[in-house]
């Protein structure tokens, strides 16, 4: 049965967990980042974080170094720090003049991505001598807003999708911060912003969602065409496409090295097997075995014609999720071997899936 | 002739399902800026395939849609004079209260007698299947509102017609 918590009715653009699932941060559609603690099944707010002036877009938890990075559509990212309970903000220089639409700590958390409406990739790495976190942009030749990206697990590779219906990957080797990268079957180099590969569904669609596998040899990618594409660099960048005859997906994530699990505008999370060629598997959410409303009394049908001149009364979806999914995240497991998994949507509700 | 029509909702609800995935986005081109793509129509990525549902020569429905929002305008099937002032009075009644319909738009898109805008601020609030119903029953009662109206205004003219004619 999923666990399912609701924080209101506006939707959770955003969020993020700790490292042992204990605190939650999220955003629900405003400018502000709450950061909840989860105990036993019970919410209770513990700060309230202030700083960004427009709607908060992004937000990522350091598990190992307990940092969180937010961004917002203000054009400005924050690195927050925990002294003592409370968080303290350092505002990061993006140098973008659009919103920022996402952001994720690198695998070792010695940089971060931010995505951004400047049609770039704003790298961020902590200079030390000038004790600030600087900025390098990655380009060429995105032609859109960035919507979603992903590290790859060996800290240099950037995935990016965008909304000129192409998914790329680049190399995000910062010389002043990284060792010398070692080859990888995505193509060795050792120059920042140098493009590994781009990628497309065909006619294409705004891509949405972007993940890595845990061993980084797959990416897959959603986009608005009601596609998922698989990348396999196994197997010299073999590109799988499988268009669905379901409502655009939102988000896609491994959950171990052959099953994927999207979720979007169906707002029904799916499992997909990845082997060669992808396959559906099943939803993880079974709205026909779930108790059915009940035959509507009478009576409540007689009350809403009355009052509204409305001749049903069933408006609530039969799935868990009443809006759109907009983000998914490992609970338990890791991409390797996830066991939970969490889901927040339009609905102001965090869905926690159990994978069996 | 009203066979034409549940096929005709059908296609209309099934072309908005899926032209109603919007999501919250910022404008690319001014800086702090969250405007419906499908009004400023600046950069042509962001726009959907415009799709005609036509039932017939004067009836039709266009829907364009973008990433952030969705226009539906709706050609009303006018036969005759009567029709067509009725039509155009209703509609402006209708667009003048503009903000209590919240989907409305003030300002019929060329061509068409009435226009919706749907944006992501909407969906967010209301449930998407419930935005779609409403559209589809406003399409399916507003011929039979017109016929209606069209049925009184000529049976008043002709009570008035006889009230008057009764003095001679």
Same mark, same amino acid.
């Given at each position: 049965?999923?666990? #399912?918590?609701?924080?209101?009715?506006?939707?959770?653009?955003?969020?993020?967990?700790?490292?042992?699932?204990?605190?939650?941060?999220?955003?629900?559609?405003?400018? %502000? =980042?709450?950061?909840?603690?989860?105990?036993n099944?019970?919410?209770?707010?513990?700060?309230?974080?202030?700083?960004?002036?427009?709607?908060?877009?992004?937000?990522?938890? #350091?598990?190992?170094?307990?940092r969180?990075?937010?961004? #917002?559509?203000?054009?400005?990212?924050? =690195?927050?720090?925990?002294?003592?309970?409370?968080?303290?903000?350092?505002?990061?220089?993006?140098?973008?003049?659009?919103?920022?639409?996402?952001?994720?700590?690198? /695998?070792?958390?010695?940089? +971060?991505?931010?995505?951004?409406?400047?049609?770039?990739?704003?790298?961020?790495?902590?200079?030390? %001598?000038?004790?600030?976190?600087?900025?390098?942009?990655?380009?060429?030749?995105?032609?859109?807003?960035?919507?979603?990206?992903?590290?790859?697990?060996?800290?240099?590779?950037?995935?990016?999708?965008?909304?000129?219906?192409?998914?790329?990957?680049?190399?995000?080797?910062?010389? %002043?911060?990284? %060792?010398? /990268?070692?080859?990888?079957?995505?193509?060795?180099?050792?120059? +920042?912003?140098?493009?590994?590969?781009e990628?497309?569904?065909?006619?294409?669609?705004?891509?949405? @969602?972007?993940?890595?596998?845990?061993?980084?040899?797959?990416?897959?990618?959603?986009?608005?065409?009601?596609?998922?594409?698989?990348?396999? #660099?196994?197997?010299?960048?073999?590109?799988t496409?499988?268009?669905?005859?379901?409502?655009?997906?939102?988000?896609?994530?491994?959950?171990?090295?052959?099953?994927?699990?999207?979720?979007?505008?169906?707002?029904? /999370?799916?499992?997909?097997?990845?082997k060669?060629?992808?396959?559906?598997?099943?939803?993880?959410?079974?709205?026909?075995?779930?108790?059915? /409303?009940?035959?509507v009394?009478?009576?409540?049908? +007689?009350?809403?014609?009355?009052?509204?001149?409305?001749?049903?009364?069933?408006?609530?979806l039969?799935?868990?999720h009443?809006?759109?999914?907009?983000?998914?995240?490992?609970?338990?497991g890791?991409?390797?071997?996830?066991?939970?998994?969490?889901?927040? @949507?339009?609905? @102001?509700?965090?869905?926690?899936?159990?994978?069996? | 002739?009203?066979?034409?029509?549940?096929?005709?909702?059908?296609?209309?609800?099934?072309?908005?399902?899926?032209?109603?995935?919007?999501?919250?986005?910022?404008?690319?081109?001014?800086?702090?800026?969250?405007?419906?793509?499908?009004?400023?129509?600046?950069?042509?990525?962001?726009?959907?395939?415009?799709?005609?549902?036509?039932?017939?020569?004067?009836?039709?429905?266009?829907?364009e849609?973008?990433?952030?929002?969705?226009?539906?305008?709706?050609?009303?099937?006018?036969?005759?004079?009567?029709?067509?002032?009725?039509?155009?009075?209703?509609?402006?009644?209708?667009?003048?209260?503009?903000?209590?319909?919240?989907?409305?738009?003030?300002?019929?898109?060329?061509?068409?007698?009435i226009?919706?805008?749907?944006?992501?601020?909407?969906?967010?609030?209301?449930?998407?299947?419930?935005?779609?119903d409403?559209?589809?029953?406003?399409?399916?009662?507003?011929?039979?509102?017109?016929?209606?109206?069209?049925?009184?205004?000529n049976?008043?003219?002709?009570?008035?017609?006889?009230?008057?004619?009764k003095?001679?």
């Open positions: 049965m999923p666990d #399912a918590h609701s924080f209101g009715v506006d939707p959770i653009t955003c969020y993020s967990w700790n490292k042992d699932q204990t605190q939650l941060a999220l955003s629900v559609n405003n400018n %502000e =980042v709450q950061i909840q603690n989860f105990a099944g019970k919410w209770s707010l513990k700060n309230t974080l202030t700083d960004h002036t427009q709607r908060v877009t992004g937000i990522d938890w #350091a598990s190992k170094s307990n969180i990075v937010t961004c #917002a559509a203000d054009r400005n990212a924050y =690195v927050w720090v925990q002294e003592s309970g409370k968080w303290s903000p350092t505002l990061v220089v993006l140098g973008i003049t659009r919103a920022a639409t996402c952001v994720k700590w690198s /695998p070792m958390e010695n940089k +971060f991505a931010v995505g951004s409406g400047n049609r770039c990739v704003a790298v961020c790495s902590y200079d030390k %001598e000038n004790n600030w976190w600087t900025s390098k942009k990655i380009k060429k030749p995105i032609r859109s807003t960035v919507t979603c990206l992903d590290w790859h697990p060996n800290n240099y590779l950037i995935a990016c999708g965008s909304t000129d219906f192409k998914a790329r990957v680049y190399s995000a080797y910062i010389k %002043e911060v990284d %060792e010398k /990268p070692a080859p990888s079957n995505w193509g060795t180099t050792n120059n +920042f912003a140098n493009l590994m590969g990628f497309s569904s065909e006619a294409g669609g705004w891509v949405h @969602g972007i993940s890595f596998s845990a061993s980084g040899n797959h990416l897959a990618w959603v986009a608005h065409d009601s596609s998922i594409c698989v990348v396999d #660099a196994n197997h010299g960048l073999k590109l496409i499988v268009k669905t005859e379901y409502l655009p997906f939102m988000d896609v994530i491994w959950i171990n090295e052959s099953s994927i699990i999207v979720a979007g505008y169906g707002c029904v /999370p799916m499992r997909f097997n990845y060669d060629s992808l396959t559906f598997v099943g939803k993880l959410d079974d709205a026909d075995s779930k108790q059915q /409303p009940g035959k009394s009478a009576m409540a049908q +007689f009350k809403a014609m009355d009052s509204r001149a409305a001749t049903d009364v069933e408006t609530t039969n799935s868990t009443q809006n759109t999914i907009v983000q998914l995240s490992v609970f338990a890791g991409k390797e071997r996830c066991t939970k998994l969490s889901s927040v @949507g339009t609905d @102001g509700q965090i869905v926690i899936w159990d994978i069996k | 002739m009203s066979t034409t029509l549940q096929p005709y909702l059908k296609a209309v609800r099934q072309t908005l399902t899926a032209a109603i995935c919007l999501e919250n986005f910022s404008s690319q081109v001014v800086e702090r800026h969250n405007k419906p793509e499908v009004e400023v129509r600046t950069s042509k990525e962001l726009l959907l395939t415009p799709v005609t549902i036509s039932r017939n020569e004067k009836e039709k429905v266009l829907i849609g973008s990433i952030n929002s969705l226009r539906i305008s709706i050609a009303i099937k006018q036969a005759d004079e009567i029709e067509k002032i009725l039509c155009h009075k209703f509609m402006r009644f209708m667009m003048m209260r503009a903000e209590n319909f919240i989907v409305l738009r003030r300002k019929p898109v060329e061509g068409y007698d226009s919706f805008l749907i944006t992501n601020f909407h969906t967010e609030q209301m449930y998407k299947h419930k935005v779609v409403f559209i589809i029953h406003f399409m399916e009662e507003i011929d039979k509102e017109m016929s209606e109206m069209k049925l009184a205004v049976s008043r003219a002709r009570i008035s017609a006889e009230e008057f004619l003095r001679f």
